[in-house]
């Protein structure tokens, strides 16, 4: 069956150079809205201008997702394979050891693909139909590249449903899904299957090596600890004490496990972030650094108000624990709060108790997270971090 053609009207402006076109931008008639969900098409306009060959979803917002910006290119195994190999060669130029992501959607010319490495193990995340359709070239192509031991498939983020695709996390090759990883000189365990997204988050890798680097002989509470990422890399750089806290029970005994292979010592505190801080301003126990990465609190625009205050008051409540002269490190995971907003919550809350702060770091995720200059959505991370007297 012959290729499908997306229709760019005139005097429409088509986002020119974004991977990215939205429904209302495209002649919706009733045969582009009768093409399957996750499609491989071309795109063009009325005129005939190319635009390129992606993948259609009538039920989306964005209806188009760009692959390349010629029509008619197959997109196959060896496509897959090709984008995997520049991506890998990207990588090679920042990491010397095989722990980095190695495909980050549309920075990586793979819109809706996620692939993070763990040397001889990967995992796969996927959040388009189109994508999805592409399931087993993505696969053939990381055998093709890598030959990994294992491929997780971890295809169970709640945004896959406005694709229309279901939930599942199962192992495509291989099998086991708890891993050790390098990074920082340090030594993690995650959990692959059960573990929040891919498993791991290396976005955080240069925000936590900056920490470590104030660290030695420092109090550190890290917040929302997960599997202790921020808070075993600073007992790494010799903190006198280290406290790592979190909700989750399972994500703290990795990290307990992980400081024990690290011969290290840190304390897992299970509890509610905001109660615990709430108890630790009540007993008047501060901190020489405070991390507060916590997960997403606007998940949705619709969330962007509740989320915000949020944001301002763990900025309030992680000042009040940090000591004087200590620095405080917030995060915002959540894409859908801009960066000055995002900012200026932060501000408010660490400032509301009269604390006198200076901002001296502003940054994103690592160089394994490229973001494509015509799509700055993509710069999802946030991290700010605080000096305050």
Known sequence: MSRKTIILPKGRRARIGSPWIFSNEIRMDEAAKAITPGSTVNVRGEDGREFGTGYFNPKSLIAVRL?????????????????????????????????????????????????DRFDDVVTVQIGTAGMEKQLDNIVAALEARLKPKTIMLRNDAPSRA????????????????????EENGCRYFADLAQGQKTGWYYDQRDNRAFIAG??????????????????????????????CLDSSAPALALAEESARANKLTIQAV?????????????????????????????????????????????????????????????ASCSHNIPPERFAAECAAGVTRNGRVATLIRSAGAGPDHPVHPLLPESAYLKALVYALD
């Open 67 to 115: 692959l390349i910006d010629a029509c008619d290119t197959t997109i196959d195994r060896d496509f897959f394979s090709a984008r995997i190999g520049r991506a890998l060669a990207l990588r090679a130029a920042f990491y010397d050891k095989p722990f980095y992501r190695l495909v980050h959607a549309e920075g990586d010319g793979l819109p809706g693909l996620v692939i």
């Open 162 to 181: 406005l694709e229309g695709l279901d939930s599942y996390v199962r192992a495509a090759k291989g099998e086991g899904a708890r891993i050790a990883l």
């Open 214 to 243: 104030l660290a030695k002989g420092k109090s550190v509470l890290d917040a929302y600890s997960y599997t202790g990422g921020f808070g075993l890399a600073a007992a790494k750089a010799g903190a006198a004490e280290v406290v």
């Open 270 to 330: 299970k509890a509610d972030v905001f109660e615990e801080l709430e108890r630790l301003i009540a007993a008047e126990e501060k901190f020489d650094i405070v991390v507060a990465d916590p997960p997403p609190f606007v998940k949705s625009k619709k969330d962007l108000e509740p989320g915000a205050k949020a944001y301002r008051k763990l900025a309030k409540l992680a000042a009040q624990v940090t000591a004087p002269g200590g620095f405080l490190l917030i």
